[in-house]
């Protein structure tokens, strides 16, 4: 096992002239994560009873809102623990994706919950029921201080794509308990419940939209899409204008991690000779112009590749 580990770390070194990307991240405060969890969690339950007890669908909302937010924040620490990881011999590439799955699959739960809210909103809005307005307010109150104290903890670890997804879930819900204070207040002082159902909607349409935003670019990171910073096209017509590169073919570029773009290629080039020559002007001009440091590149003569 031992000599295992060994050759694993020898294959997973970086040597001179290699990128320095490290397969894994580092830094990032987990303890962060298990307070915003433990706070999240808690109050959570706190909105629940009180929601069903005042009979309040945006308080109910919200409290299933920081229920969600709390499995987001279990599967984004989850994540992270697993994202440092270093390298195996089964998983080269490390666990750094795992941040991203954990985000789409929160993204995914935020419109399941979406649906719910607005469902109940809807049935509410035919056959209003009574809102106990004060236990609202208070309850609600309380609740936007807890959200405003977690988003100001998550805030401080922006480099994470789960931990911004994380954010924006807690940030949602941070409006959704504006809005429990606006129906809270309003049922109070006027005795008009619509307002709980309205508010409802209105709340879950923010949400929708920054959930879309999280879900889509977790996507595209998962499939390996270009990184959005990056034009493909323009890689393929640099890298073909590099004095002794013929033409460019089966070119590949995608986020290694989060901010971490890698890209792999073969060039067909006059003389093998001159590739040491090539590939430092190619890694100057991709690091210059495209901010890409890890490279692997193939070089190939004319009679030996197929170009497209």
């Avoid at 040597?15 to 397969?23: N, S, V």
């Avoid at 649906?115 to 509410?124: L, P, T």
């Avoid at 508010?199 to 996507?219: A, C, D, N, P, Q």
């Avoid at 067909?268 to 590739?275: G, P, S, T």
Wanted: proline share 3%; net charge negative; hydrophobic share 50%.
């Amino acid at each position: 096992m031992s000599d295992q580990a060994g050759s694993s770390a020898h294959l997973h070194a970086h040597l001179d002239g290699d990128a320095r990307h490290a397969h894994t991240i580092e830094g990032r405060s987990q303890w962060a994560m298990a307070i915003a969890l433990g706070l999240t969690l808690l109050y959570a339950l706190v909105e629940a009873v009180s929601g069903f007890l005042s009979n309040s669908l945006a308080l109910i909302s919200d409290a299933g809102h920081m229920v969600t937010d709390a499995a987001a924040l279990g599967l984004a620490l989850l994540a992270q623990l697993i994202a440092r990881r270093p390298p195996s011999a089964r998983h080269s590439f490390g666990f750094v994706r795992a941040e991203a799955l954990a985000a789409f699959v929160n993204s995914l739960a935020m419109l399941l919950l979406v649906g719910w809210i607005v469902y109940e909103a809807v049935q509410r809005l035919a056959h209003p029921e009574h809102v106990g307005g004060k236990t609202v307010l208070i309850v609600a109150a309380i609740g936007a201080c807890i959200n405003i104290a977690v988003a100001w903890v998550l805030s401080r670890d922006e480099q994470s794509i789960n931990t911004r997804a994380a954010l924006v879930n807690v940030l949602g819900d941070l409006l959704g308990s504006i809005a429990a204070i606006a129906a809270g207040a309003v049922i109070h002082f006027t005795g008009w419940v619509r307002i709980d159902p309205i508010l409802s909607i209105f709340v879950s349409l923010l949400i929708l939209k920054s959930t879309v935003s999280v879900l889509r670019e977790s996507y595209h990171f998962l499939m390996e899409g270009v990184p959005h910073q990056i034009d493909y096209l323009k890689i393929g017509a640099d890298l073909a204008g590099i004095p002794g590169v013929r033409s460019v073919h089966d070119l590949h570029v995608w986020d290694m991690s989060p901010g971490e773009p890698a890209l792999i290629g073969h060039l067909e080039i006059d003389d093998l000779n001159a590739w040491p020559d090539v590939l430092r002007a190619v890694k100057y001009m991709l690091l210059d112009k495209h901010g890409i440091d890890h490279v692997t590149l193939q070089p190939e003569l004319r009679d030996c590749s197929d170009t497209l």
